[in-house]
């Protein structure tokens, strides 16, 4: 079984400051790990992923996120917030035992608020 | 964007009605998912499908069925509405990676907002 934590339901801070929302998983097996962004009234739209190859991925729109094992974290960072990134934020977990066609576990998800 | 639609887009409907819910999608993914999106539990799996007509139970089956008779379609049914099932639905897809397994990047559709008074 996995599950995903999300740290904070609602992040708010300044525009141009740093963005970090945090996620912890739990998985028995090395797991794929997703951020998904979703703006009002639209379905979710990856950000990036980690499949195993570098543990420091980047994805779209500047935002990257690191894997740490030994902390069971994937937290998704951005040096700048612009207003643009006022989204809902989901991270997301999928185990590989069994192919993962089983589908992914998300977090609770993050509201991320941008202070003009 | 991946090609993903869902029809309808916004339902109302009143409890103890059946209901039905579709994805259509234009990739040819062998994988389907649905999805269900409620505040404060991010979205949960209610069935997913690995290829035409084979489907299996997510975390959050219970009142729904589903059905895939073609790769590109994946219908999800209420057989009885009930208010607790007053949520937004995310039909999405994903195909095989390389190595034959899934590729577990997932796309999904716009969402179907459905009220059940």
């Known amino acids: 079984a996995q599950s995903v934590t999300q740290l904070g339901s609602h992040v708010s801070v300044s525009e141009g400051a740093l963005v970090l929302l945090r996620c912890n998983y739990s998985?028995?097996?090395?797991?794929?790990l997703f951020w998904y962004v979703q703006y009002p009234n639209q379905g979710l739209q990856l950000l990036l992923k980690?499949?195993?190859?570098?543990?420091l991925v980047k994805g779209i729109n500047g935002f990257e996120a690191e894997f740490k094992k030994s902390e069971t974290s994937f937290h998704l960072t951005k040096p700048s917030a612009h207003m643009s990134d006022a989204a809902e934020y989901f991270c997301?977990?999928?185990?590989?035992?069994?192919?993962?066609?089983?589908?992914?576990?998300f977090g609770k998800g993050t509201h991320l608020i941008i202070q003009p | 964007d991946a090609g993903i639609t869902q029809s309808p887009r916004h339902k109302v409907t009143e409890t103890g009605t059946p209901v039905t819910l579709r994805c259509h999608q234009t990739?040819?993914?062998?994988?389907m998912y649905w999805y269900r999106q409620d505040p404060g539990h991010g979205l949960r799996l209610i069935h997913y499908?690995?290829?035409?007509?084979?489907?299996d139970k997510g975390e959050v089956s219970d009142g729904y069925s589903v059905s895939r008779s073609k790769t590109e379609d994946f219908l999800l049914t209420l057989e009885s509405a009930t208010s607790s099932q007053t949520s937004v639905y995310f039909c999405?897809?994903?195909?095989?990676?390389?190595?034959?397994?899934?590729?577990?990047?997932?796309?999904f559709g716009p969402g179907t907002r459905l009220t059940v008074l």
């Open positions: 990739e040819n993914h062998r994988y």
């Open positions: 980690y499949t195993s190859a570098a543990t």
């Open positions: 998985s028995s097996v090395p797991p794929y």
């Open positions: 997301a977990v999928s185990d590989r035992s069994g192919g993962g066609a089983d589908g992914l576990t």
């Open positions: 499908s690995y290829g035409v007509k084979d489907t």
């Open positions: 999405a897809i994903s195909d095989s990676d390389r190595q034959g397994g899934v590729d577990n990047e997932q796309f």
